[in-house]
């Protein structure tokens, strides 16, 4: 039998809700993480998770991997990395007295950059043309990236040492940063029974054709020009606070989000409509995934920093503010 017909079968919401629930059988709790991980994926967009350590992080990641299938590289980040351990170099070989390209393990389908803020500017920097074009030049040649890829990273906000903060160009790069909490104490009975034994496996549900199939189908699905514009609202609020009935913002927000978020906000939640088993996008889709969006591409003043004002608490400030329009669908058109 061959491998697409071992794969499951069925309508693109009952397949994803296949490939959800395999990645749950082995990550207990944590069920936003894992639905924004895999809206993600069919978004085209990276992922940022930022939690305390031990809380499934790269679990999450490496599984989800797995039940989508694909090529899948763990890139430990550590001070001394340099960029050509992550895009590859050129290594002179004296039997040819040649030069040859060895490409780096960022050439798959997906990349996990573990613990991401430990290594140096350099580093991170070697990142955006891989998130962004997709691609990689080494003396002078591009190298295109395998489709799909996407870069899920981790990082440990609570450290101080020996840790590099994302600079706001990179962090814009991600289409969410998730906040991963601990779990509660019913979900972490759950953990003990589940890992304390052998642990579970996940086995495969998609393939990189289903994956790129489904990417597809979410970038059809519909958007009513009143959703569109519910969007633009959403993001000029940020820039301009007081045009939108919240002149307190003023002072907390230095600079709004960009064009990325706008164009986030559509892509993530036509992914969103999707697994939901809609083709049309609700503004109910926009804002559900409005937070993981938006708040880490928000610049906020310095005394807002100092006051410990956090960009989430925000941008739920501005979905407050911002009503949604009313939109209904002729479900035979």
């Given at each position: ?93 004296p039997?040819?007295e ?23 500017a ?19 040649v ?32 991600f289409l ?12 972490e ?19 990189p ?24 609202r ?28 706008t164009l986030?906000?559509?892509s ?53 503010a911002?009503p ?10």
């Open positions: 039998m061959s491998v697409a017909e071992e794969l499951p079968d069925g309508t693109d919401a009952e397949v994803l809700r296949q490939a959800l629930d395999e990645v749950r059988r082995v990550i207990v709790g944590q069920e936003h993480m894992v639905e924004r991980l895999v809206v993600a994926l069919l978004a085209r967009g990276h992922c940022l998770l930022e939690g305390v350590p031990g809380v499934a992080k790269t679990l999450a990641a490496s599984t989800l991997a797995t039940v989508v299938g694909g090529t899948f590289a763990r890139i430990q980040f550590t001070p001394d990395l340099v960029p050509s351990d992550i895009v590859g170099t050129r290594v002179y070989h039997s040819t040649k030069f040859d390209v060895e490409l780096g393990p960022v050439f798959v389908n997906f990349l996990l950059a573990d613990e991401i803020n430990r290594a140096p350099k580093v991170q920097s070697a990142l955006l043309e891989v998130m962004a074009e997709r691609q990689v030049t080494l003396a002078g591009t190298h295109p990236l395998p489709r799909p890829f996407v870069v899920l990273a981790t990082q440990n906000p609570i450290e101080s040492e020996g840790v590099y903060p994302l600079p706001e160009v990179q962090r814009d790069r969410f940063r998730v906040r991963v909490t601990h779990p509660s104490a019913h979900e009975l759950q953990i003990l029974q589940r890992m304390s034994v052998t642990p579970p496996s996940a086995s495969r549900v998609l393939d054709e289903r994956l790129i199939a489904l990417q597809q189908t979410a970038e059809n699905v519909s958007v009513h020009q009143l959703v569109a514009d519910y969007v633009v959403l993001v000029m609020a940020t820039r301009a606070p007081a045009d939108y009935g919240l002149p307190d913002l003023v002072d907390t927000i230095e600079i709004g989000v960009s064009p990325r978020a986030g906000l559509v993530a939640g036509r992914a969103l409509a999707v697994l939901r088993g809609r083709d049309y996008l609700l503004p109910d889709d926009v804002r559900d995934v409005a937070v993981d969006v938006m708040s880490h591409r928000l610049m906020l003043t310095f005394d807002a920093l100092a006051d410990g004002v956090d960009p989430e608490e925000v941008i739920r400030q501005i979905l407050h911002v949604p329009p009313l939109v209904v669908w002729n479900q035979n058109r």
